[in-house]
């Protein structure tokens, strides 16, 4: 069979949780979380095509972390199902290739931007609008943080993930994203937090102008998840460190749930000369540098 339509690619931006409060627990277990969220330009990537039947091929450096894992348990393949079956399609006849750069289990929401990606790759295909609400209620039935994916953009990210509100534009701002290696479940990392919860602190006034006024709002707020992470991966201590010891770290900060964390800097130079030096220092962490997307 030969089909017409183009291929369509749709990159999986890493997601950041600039701060991350916990609020409360709700009786069903489930807790509210304020968290300004942003993404960087380092990504995995989808890409579909059409094809007689579903079909999910994964290839990149990742990849070996996904193979255990069924192709129907993959959430970009549990996007494909839902968005087709929304639109009265028997199955999804797409090939669906993802290229695996980002960590798996590693707090920058890599399969819920895996998700994402294909529900805005789909809806390109299949001639959907990309404020189509079908599009948007699929997102929170996949997951938590696939909703704030949807969009890559800035936002505000409340409640259990239902919450998705617009941010102030975000500076210019360069990054160093680092993982030392060891993936961390998000539902251990609640369980061991314990203390006391925080208030929400979403910013007031005029947007921060540049990369160090980011990082000055920042330091006033922090990631709740931080220490019971660093019980469970005590390593994540040790890529803080590194990071905030590299010539001109504004911020150095755990990501969602670890234990991917991410440094801010003024400039693309910085960042890049302060990733090459953790790569000769550590050469067994995953180290990338790049920027925050508008």
Known sequence: MTFDRPVIVEHAPAKLNLYLHVLGRRPDGYHELDSLVAFADIHDTVTVRPAERL???IDG???????????GDNLVTRAAVLLARALGKDEPGVTITLTKRLPVASGIGGGSADAAACLRALARLWDIGGDDSRLATLAARLGADVPVCLSGTSAYF??????????????ACAVVLVNPGTPLATPAVFK????PFS?????DGEPPADAAALARLLAG?????????RILVPEI????????RTPGCLLARLSGSGATCFALYADREGA???????????????VRAGGLLA
């Open 158 to 171: 409340g409640g259990i993930g239902d919450i998705v509100d617009p941010a102030p534009p975000l500076p």
């Open 221 to 229: 707020r922090g990631n709740d998840l931080t220490a019971p992470a």
């Open 237 to 244: 201590g040790d890529v803080l460190e590194a990071l905030g």
């Open 55 to 57: 079909t999910l091929e």
């Open 192 to 195: 061991a937090r314990s203390g």
């Open 199 to 203: 208030a929400p602190a979403r910013f």
């Open 61 to 71: 450096p990742f990849a070996p972390a996904l193979a255990v894992e069924a192709a």
């Open 272 to 286: 890049e000369a302060a990733a090459a030096g953790l790569v000769s220092g550590h050469p067994g962490w995953w």
